[in-house]
């Protein structure tokens, strides 16, 4: 890779702080994602950080549930229908590579294998 568009990746690279596919959409870079990322890990100007799953929750959203709030707080009968809840889900042999389970010389026979587990938050 030339210099020049070294350079090109570098200014991109902090201007948007694009990932590196989208990085790799710019017409003049003939090099594939992996190579991008491991330019930008040479170089102690870039840190590798993990995006957040969700925005930020702005004062204006948080505004806007006041107002939901005040809203509905004459509601009545109509809030024993409603159900609050923070639940989340586990699952116990997913894409996260771990398989929870007990690795024993002697083989037992086992009726539940991985699978998913709900639990309810209050």
Not at 78 to 106: H, Y
């Amino acid at each position: 890779m030339s210099p020049t568009n070294l350079r090109r990746l570098y200014r991109e690279a902090s201007r948007t702080g694009n990932s590196s596919t989208k990085l790799k959409t710019q017409p003049d870079l003939p090099i594939q994602p992996r190579r991008i990322r491991e330019l930008l890990n040479a170089n102690s100007e870039f840190k590798y950080t993990e995006r957040k799953g969700s925005p930020l929750l702005k004062s204006c959203h948080k505004m806007r549930r006041v107002m939901w709030a005040e809203a509905n707080v004459d509601r009545g009968a109509g809030w024993d229908r409603v159900i609050f809840s923070a639940e989340k889900n586990f699952n116990l042999d997913g894409p996260d590579g771990l398989n929870i389970t007990e690795e024993t010389s002697v083989r037992k026979r086992t009726y539940f294998q991985g699978g998913k587990m709900e639990v309810a938050l209050s």
